[in-house]
């Protein structure tokens, strides 16, 4: 499984990006799929992530301003990020979880930078 992001860059605050995870086949059935963030410093954290029956988590500290959704299509996961925060910045990784686990791969990720 392979899983390539895009779309991160430079916004100020209250901007949006819309951040895409390209992976190399239909792996939407199988895999959870998730967006994680790590910030200089911080440890690497949950964002969002679709689970069984389409369920999609989010942080505390992102609802109601990003929305995860997935284009079975296209084999492509996005996560629309509105309302941006400096506290947003970050590096975003997509990740990809097998639903009957020990199978975990993650992309490359993408820089997210909130800024005046």
């Known amino acids: 499984v392979q899983l390539v992001e895009s779309g991160g860059g430079l916004v100020k605050p209250g901007g949006s990006l819309r951040l895409s995870c390209a992976t190399s086949?239909?792996?939407?059935?199988?895999?959870?799929m998730g967006w994680y963030r790590q910030a200089p410093g911080k440890q690497r954290e949950l964002v969002a992530r679709?689970?069984?029956?389409?369920?999609?988590n989010y942080a505390d500290s992102v609802k109601g301003r990003f929305t995860m959704s997935k284009d079975n299509a296209k084999n492509t996961a996005y996560l629309q990020m509105n309302s941006l925060k400096p506290e947003d910045t970050a590096v975003y990784y997509c990740?990809?979880?097998?639903?009957?686990?020990?199978?975990?791969?993650w992309g490359q990720g993408t820089q997210v930078t909130v800024s005046a």
């Open positions: 990740n990809a979880n097998w639903i009957f686990g020990g199978r975990e791969y």
């Open positions: 086949g239909s792996i939407f059935s199988t895999y959870v």
């Open positions: 679709i689970i069984s029956g389409g369920v999609t």
